[in-house]
């Protein structure tokens, strides 16, 4: 199968059902590049996250602590495959590391939806930086959920929980370098780590250029142009210009106006 036959079993594999599974993108040594880049960024955040719980920690915003993450961020496999599921150049929105000790909790089930609260789909592109097995908290996805589009949850602390039933949940294993692209829509959640070894994954989260996120400010590290990768910081993005993205946040518009007034 050609290289653009490739990519396009595995864009129609991902709209089915809503993931899809990148064997040995990063080699053992990029492997542990990463790693030793996100500990460096995260000694540079400048709070802890508040997802942390107990032994399952949280770095977020490692990109903007390290120009060593940007060459992951624009290698070509990941950004062929995103903006052939965008539809479009894309930017990140986002970046989390997890990282699940021994001990660490579930992680329920959820949509990433609800807890950023955007009307978008983005992309999660997660990087497997060790094995991931069952026992030490790996993913588990229910295939198809992210055609049903945004769900209720219930807030639990600072996490958040779908109460709803689901329906023949997949895991998928995943070696370190393996990536597992999946929708922002689609119900997943990990298992404790009943294991004696941490369990650590770096998730990089690719949004369309024509959307946007009113709760971040620029600049915005926008990754391709014309399809291609080019690690760009802009002030700021066509979504955040354009009439749409006011409409779909009226209460992000009222606070913005009300800013503009006190500002005269």
Same mark, same amino acid.
């Given at each position: 199968?050609?290289?653009?036959?490739?990519? +396009?079993a595995?864009? +129609?594999?991902?709209? +089915?059902?809503?993931?899809?599974?990148?064997?040995?993108?990063?080699?053992?040594?990029? /492997?542990?590049? %990463?790693?030793?880049?996100? /500990?460096?960024?995260?000694?540079?955040?400048? +709070?802890?996250?508040?997802?942390?719980? &107990?032994?399952?920690?949280?770095?977020?915003?490692?990109?903007?602590?390290s120009?060593?993450?940007?060459?992951?961020?624009?290698?070509?496999?990941?950004?062929?495959?995103v903006?052939?599921? !965008?539809?479009?150049?894309?930017?990140?929105?986002?970046?989390?590391?997890?990282?699940? &000790?021994?001990?660490?909790?579930?992680?329920?089930?959820?949509?990433?939806?609800?807890?950023?609260?955007?009307?978008?789909?983005?992309?999660?592109?997660?990087?497997?930086?060790?094995?991931?097995?069952?026992?030490?908290?790996?993913?588990?996805? !229910?295939?198809?959920?992210?055609?049903? &589009?945004?769900?209720?949850?219930?807030?639990?602390?600072?996490?958040?929980?779908?109460?709803?039933?689901?329906?023949?949940?997949?895991?998928?294993?995943?070696?370190?370098?393996?990536?597992?692209?999946?929708?922002?829509?689609?119900l997943?959640?990990?298992?404790?780590?009943?294991?004696? %070894?941490?369990?650590?994954?770096?998730?990089?989260?690719?949004?369309?250029?024509?959307?946007?996120?009113?709760?971040?400010d620029?600049?915005y590290?926008?990754?391709?142009?014309?399809?291609?990768?080019?690690?760009?910081?802009?002030?700021?993005?066509?979504?955040?210009?354009?009439?749409?993205g006011?409409?779909?946040?009226?209460?992000?518009?009222?606070?913005?106006?009300?800013?503009?007034?006190? &500002?005269?």
């Amino acid at each position: 199968m050609s290289d653009a036959g490739a990519l +396009a079993a595995r864009v +129609a594999e991902f709209r +089915a059902r809503g993931f899809v599974v990148l064997p040995g993108v990063l080699s053992a040594e990029e /492997v542990r590049a %990463a790693i030793a880049a996100i /500990v460096d960024a995260g000694r540079r955040l400048p +709070a802890a996250s508040p997802l942390t719980r &107990g032994a399952m920690e949280f770095y977020s915003n490692c990109f903007r602590h390290s120009p060593a993450l940007h060459a992951l961020v624009a290698r070509r496999e990941l950004t062929d495959l995103v903006t052939a599921l !965008a539809d479009d150049d894309v930017w990140l929105r986002w970046d989390q590391c997890v990282a699940k &000790g021994p001990g660490a909790p579930e992680f329920p089930w959820h949509q990433d939806n609800a807890y950023n609260s955007l009307k978008d789909e983005h992309f999660q592109v997660w990087v497997a930086l060790s094995a991931m097995t069952p026992e030490n908290g790996g993913v588990w996805f !229910a295939p198809g959920s992210h055609l049903r &589009g945004r769900l209720a949850h219930i807030r639990e602390g600072t996490h958040y929980r779908y109460t709803g039933e689901v329906e023949a949940p997949v895991f998928v294993a995943a070696q370190p370098g393996d990536v597992v692209c999946f929708s922002s829509l689609l119900l997943h959640k990990t298992d404790p780590n009943t294991t004696d %070894a941490a369990r650590w994954a770096y998730v990089l989260e690719y949004m369309r250029q024509r959307d946007f996120d009113p709760a971040l400010d620029p600049p915005y590290l926008c990754v391709t142009r014309d399809r291609a990768p080019s690690l760009e910081w802009r002030a700021w993005t066509p979504g955040r210009r354009a009439l749409r993205g006011w409409l779909q946040y009226p209460r992000w518009r009222a606070e913005r106006l009300v800013k503009r007034l006190r &500002g005269r």
